[in-house]
């Protein structure tokens, strides 16, 4: 994931495609046209893939949930009840909590 695209990392995006893989950039979604700008400045718009890491995560909940024949908002509940357990754990800033409402 990358929360500022940039020119170096569609660089290597561009050696990778050399490479023969195809590259997945996840960003924020306020980056996400910044993210395919610069692609398509680059001539690489079409050979790389650009999601935002909020539409990502959540096709990946809606799959769990799918697999286990589970509500999305139980699957999600538990992921972030994992979360914020480990969280605690290991972090002293609070605020990183996640409230689900």
Not at 4 to 33: E, F, M, W
Not at 55 to 73: C, K, P, S
Request: charged share 25%.
């Amino acid at each position: 994931m990358t929360a500022a695209p940039s020119p170096n990392v569609i660089d290597k995006c561009k050696t990778n495609i050399a490479q023969g893989y195809h590259p997945c950039l996840l960003v924020t979604s306020d980056r996400l046209d910044a993210a395919r700008q610069l692609a398509s400045i680059e001539g690489v718009e079409d050979q790389i893939t650009i999601f935002s890491i909020e539409h990502f995560v959540a096709l990946n909940v809606m799959e769990l949930a799918d697999g286990e024949q589970t509500r999305f908002l139980e699957v999600l509940t538990r992921i972030v009840s994992t979360y914020n357990r480990r969280l605690e754990d290991v972090e002293t800033d609070m605020s990183l909590r996640i409230e689900l409402s």
